[in-house]
């Protein structure tokens, strides 16, 4: 039923996890993607190879605004335009208030709000040239109800929640819809390390109402969804997808 073909699809921190599910779902769906890969070039390749041609990996530097906006422009050069962003590379840590460095916040909000800033900026320009677009913002439950130990985290992710609403209405005369994909806890290299304690993680599925962690395919659904005619008429939603745990949609 969703078909994008014909449409040219920018994925962030497309090399893995959550990145690479929509990576293929949406060469899947018809589109040409373009995605982006910080250190995994190898896997990155690969993952280029797969896709048949409908996919090119882009080494991209998220602290970087060069890079991004020439990776904005050769992807509009060789694809012909671009039709839809969806914004997911991101980085997570730790971090309590009184032993957090300036460096530390600064960094995790460079890579995960401020790279944000940069590539709606960059796409912006060529999707009102042909009058649509289709942003979307993986954000997080944290952005929303904060997350105590990680806090420059979930104001990263707030941050782009409040950018979601603020872009959407500003956007949408150029019929440029703006939304926002919110995972729970998803199994993926992010969680890797925090996963590693099998307790720990057992503790966590049992506070999901549907018991189970969602998996990076059950964010690229979503995500496919809100990038398609079925949602065309949406526009600065936050859709939460982490199985009922936090219900504040």
Not at 29 to 38: D, L, N, Q, R
Not at 219 to 225: R, V
Not at 237 to 247: A, F, H, R
Request: charged content about 20%; proline content about 2%.
């Amino acid at each position: 039923m969703i078909d994008l073909s014909n449409k040219v699809t920018i994925i962030t921190g497309g090399s893995r996890g959550i990145g690479a599910a929509c990576v293929k779902l949406f060469v899947q769906a018809g589109s040409k993607v373009a995605f982006t890969y910080k250190s995994s070039k190898e896997i990155a390749e690969k993952l280029e190879n797969e896709m048949n041609g409908f996919a090119k990996a882009f080494h991209v530097d998220m602290e970087n605004e060069k890079e991004i906006f020439e990776m904005v422009n050769q992807t509009e050069k060789l694809f012909g335009k671009v039709d839809i962003l969806v914004h997911n590379a991101g980085i997570w840590n730790d971090g309590t208030l009184e032993k957090m460095s300036l460096d530390h916040w600064n960094e995790l909000i460079r890579i995960n709000l401020t790279s944000t800033f940069l590539f709606c900026k960059a796409c912006t320009p060529i999707m009102k040239k042909n009058n649509f677009g289709r942003m979307i913002l993986i954000t997080s439950t944290a952005g929303q109800r904060g997350e105590a130990f990680h806090s420059h985290y979930a104001a990263s992710k707030g941050g782009m929640i409040s950018f979601t609403k603020s872009l959407a209405v500003e956007l949408a005369p150029f019929n440029i819809t703006v939304n926002s994909v919110a995972p729970g806890w998803v199994d993926t290299e992010l969680n890797n390390e925090v996963f590693a304690d099998s307790d720990y993680k057992e503790k966590i599925r049992q506070t999901i109402p549907l018991g189970k962690i969602a998996t990076a395919e059950e964010i690229a659904g979503p995500t496919l969804f809100l990038a398609s005619d079925l949602a065309k008429h949406i526009t600065g939603e936050i859709l939460n997808v982490n199985g009922g745990s936090v219900l504040c949609g």
